[in-house]
């Protein structure tokens, strides 16, 4: 079983940054892929970013492309999301995930964490 925390959301000004993190423990896999999702109210929940844990190599939705970075430290076990210029509309509850590889589906999910972003 894998447990996955995050922890760093919060309130914030348009233009601001926020770190997220998010520990992952338990069962570890050969190369297993980590992501962040978002999920704001009455929308549906859309992947941020994702990174494969053994490589490095890194993906972005467009929406956040040159404002987030995702990246990871393998020996704390956790993958952080570096928000910075951010903007109202990306308020939303973020949960970090992790799948067993590139083919499978995400199947560990972490509790979320509020992210809010003031005008």
């Known amino acids: 079983q894998v447990q996955l925390v995050e922890s760093g959301g919060g309130l914030v000004q348009a233009g601001g940054s926020l770190r997220l993190s998010c520990v992952a423990s338990g069962r570890t896999f050969s190369s297993y892929i980590m992501g962040w999702f978002r999920q704001a109210p009455g929308k549906e929940r859309e992947i941020v970013a994702s990174?494969?844990?053994?490589?490095?190599?890194?993906a972005y939705a467009d929406s956040v492309k040159g404002r987030f970075t995702i990246s990871r430290d393998n020996a704390k076990n956790t993958v952080y999301l570096q928000m910075n210029s951010l903007k109202p509309e990306d308020t939303a509850v973020y949960y970090c995930?992790?799948?067993?590889?590139?083919?499978?589906?995400?199947?560990?999910w972490g509790q979320g964490t509020q992210v809010t972003v003031s005008a």
């Open positions: 990174i494969r844990w053994s490589e490095g190599s890194t």
């Open positions: 995930a992790l799948k067993e590889s590139i083919v499978a589906r995400y199947g560990y």
